[in-house]
């Protein structure tokens, strides 16, 4: 199989980090030390979060339509229940910022969500799949 898991690491590093330069001076101007811990906190579960959802499609495309929906759909719904889990955990008993953290959740899962999306579509072009 084709799908190269660095090259899908690094497309998510250069968005990652092309997107950090360009909110660190207003985040570290006007965010409260809080706010940044909670942005970045947040920033790295919608991370970890999409290289797990790009394993969980890799192992998928194995597997026969059917199933690889289930696996899908079944790894969205889980990822996403643990993912509230853990807001929960941060913004209850850790006393995270809830709009850093919520803030970043939403902006990197977007853009990684894109770059998984196109990374795909790349592939889908080639036929390496």
Do not use: C, Q
């Not at 690094?10 to 570290?28: C, G």
């Not at 809080?34 to 947040?42: C, E």
């Amino acid at each position: 199989m084709g799908i190269n898991i660095w090259k899908f690491v690094k497309y998510i590093s250069v968005v990652a980090l092309v997107t950090w330069a360009l909110i660190l001076y207003p985040l570290f101007k006007f965010g409260s030390d809080g706010f940044i811990t909670s942005f970045a906190v947040g920033s790295l579960i919608s991370l970890i979060n999409s290289i797990v959802g790009f394993l969980v499609i890799k192992h998928g495309m194995a597997k026969s339509d059917r199933e690889f929906f289930k696996l899908t759909i079944g790894s969205i719904g889980l990822r996403l229940f643990l993912i509230a889990g853990l807001i929960l955990i941060l913004l209850k008993f850790l006393n995270f910022e809830i709009y850093g953290l919520v803030i970043s959740l939403l902006l990197f899962y977007f853009l990684f969500l894109a770059v998984e999306i196109v990374f795909f579509a790349k592939l889908k072009t080639k036929r390496e799949f």
